[in-house]
T-cell receptor
Framework: GENVEQHPSTLSVQEGDSAVIKCTYS??????FPWYKQELGKRPQLIID?????GEKKDQRIAVTLNKTAKHFSLHITETQPEDSAVYFC????????????FGAGTRLFVKA | NAGVTQTPKFRVLKTGQSMTLLCAQD?????MYWYRQDPGMGLRLIHY???????AKGEVPDGYNVSRLKKQNFLLGLESAAPSQTSVYFC???????????FGPGTRLTVL
């Protein structure tokens, strides 16, 4: 079946450093790619998304890049802060032959003060 | 606005028992979704709905049924609970399909 691979599973950075999380998807019909942040015991919340007709999107300290040819998209967080510590999930959605939404397994980010 | 709400927050069932999880949204969203979240596996789509009166299967539909009789409500039923259904269940909704999904607070279900 279709899948999304997410790396790394755990990432530890110093406050102020950058963090990069990468996802690779298999369904070539995927055309919407959201990123969610989930704090311990809380609900997932969208932090940024990108559509297949766009290569890059930025929102303050957060950016996402998409390479459709390689079926690869990445989350970039700059100037990390302790409150960025959480689990981050990528997802790939497609609507061809029925709706599919496949999530990556998650990356646990630790930002050390 | 309350956003997306779920009831109950916690539940413990014995194998073979049944229950219904309720999801409600007050944002007039067309699309609603049920996911389960297991450790190390991200979220997996169980069923979804593209509007009132419609339902469709997601990635892991076996053992679950759903209904969307009213636009604002999406119910998830377990007819005969199994230990493999122990999980955290999240409901979500979105205005259109390629749009932000807003998640509820989750229901932690344990099946003994």
């Amino acid at each position: 079946g279709e899948n999304v691979e997410q790396h790394p599973s755990t990432l530890s950075v110093q406050e102020g450093d950058s963090a990069v999380i990468k996802c690779t998807y298999s369904d070539s019909a995927s055309n919407y790619f959201p990123w969610y942040k989930q704090e311990l015991g809380k609900r997932p919340q969208l932090i940024i998304d990108i559509r297949s007709n766009v290569g890059e999107k930025k929102d303050q300290r957060i950016a996402v890049t998409l390479n459709k040819t390689a079926k690869h998209f990445s989350l970039h967080i700059t100037e990390t802060q302790p409150e960025d510590s959480a689990v981050y999930f990528c997802a790939a959605l497609s609507y061809t032959g029925g709706f599919k939404t496949i999530f990556g397994a998650g990356t646990r980010l630790f930002v050390k003060a | 606005n309350a956003g997306v709400t779920q009831t109950p927050k916690f539940r413990v069932l014995k194998t073979g028992q049944s229950m219904t999880l309720l999801c409600a949204q007050d944002m007039n969203h067309e699309y609603m979704y049920w996911y389960r979240q297991d450790p190390g596996m991200g979220l997996r789509l169980i069923h979804y709905s593209v509007g009132e009166g419609t339902t469709a299967k997601g990635e892991v539909p076996d053992g679950y049924n759903v209904s969307r009789l009213k636009k604002q409500n999406f119910l998830l039923g377990l007819e005969s609970a199994a230990p493999s259904q122990t999980s955290v269940y999240f409901c979500a909704s979105s205005y259109i399909r390629e749009d932000t999904q807003y998640f509820g607070p989750g229901t932690r279900l344990t099946v003994l």
